[in-house]
T-cell receptor, first 111, second 110 residues
């Protein structure tokens, strides 16, 4: 089956910890994205990558980091510098920038 | 002012009703328009993808774009309880960042 997988589904973080969210796709898409979704605010772009070994900051990149060492993988690290990390995190991929296909999401909670 | 405005709802309709979901936007350069359906605690699922003005139909769903009014709509005919979800509109200029609406929550009552 072709698709996008995210893991874990639920993640709990203590104050001061860095955590890494996994995103893998087997759609052979070049572009991959990370969004954060909060109630009433829609989807906000954190980082995106249009090609391996290259990525750009989105609208809310502070406190986050990414890497793109393989076409299939685009992990997101939420660092301790992110002051309000509790949210639903969504990874997406696309051939172009238009039609984006989303993974099932990771819900991160800070304890 | 947000680039894309979408009524958050919730919108409650009886089963079998025709549903109209709408977004307005301010950026006249937007050319590509998308509708996503998101069930609770799941990732958004692409429903419709249109380019430029006009209508596009797919089963019970019709997407409508009016670029002169900067207004897009998604119509759902013969609505079913399984249509209960949040619907997100999205748009961009092509090969640029996609801008999403905040979503409209729809409840179809059996």
């Amino acid at each position: 089956d072709g698709g996008i997988t995210q893991s874990p589904k639920y993640l709990f973080r203590k104050e001061g910890q860095n955590v890494t969210l996994s995103c893998e796709q087997n759609l052979n898409h070049d572009a991959m994205y990370w969004y954060r979704q909060d109630p009433g605010q829609g989807l906000r772009l954190i980082y995106y990558s249009q090609i391996v070994n290259d990525f750009q900051k989105g609208d809310i990149a502070e406190g986050y980091s990414v890497s793109r060492e393989k076409k299939e993988s685009f992990p997101l690290t939420v660092t301790s510098a992110q002051k309000n990390p509790t949210a639903f995190y969504l990874c997406a991929s696309s051939i172009s920038d238009n039609e984006q296909f989303f993974g099932p999401g990771t819900r991160l909670t800070v304890l | 002012q947000k680039e894309v405005e979408q009524d958050p709802g919730p919108l409650s309709v009886p089963e079998g009703a025709i549903v109209s979901l709408n977004c307005t936007y301010s950026n006249s350069a937007f050319q590509y328009f998308m509708w996503y359906r998101q069930y609770s605690r799941k990732g958004p699922e692409l429903l419709m993808y249109t380019y430029s003005s006009g209508n596009k139909e797919d089963g019970r769903f019709t997407a409508q774009v009016d670029k002169s009014s900067k207004y897009i709509s998604l119509f759902i005919r013969d609505s079913q309880p399984s249509d209960s979800a949040t619907y997100l509109c999205a748009m961009n200029r092509g090969y640029q960042k996609v801008t999403f609406g905040t979503g409209t929550k729809l409840q179809v009552i059996p």
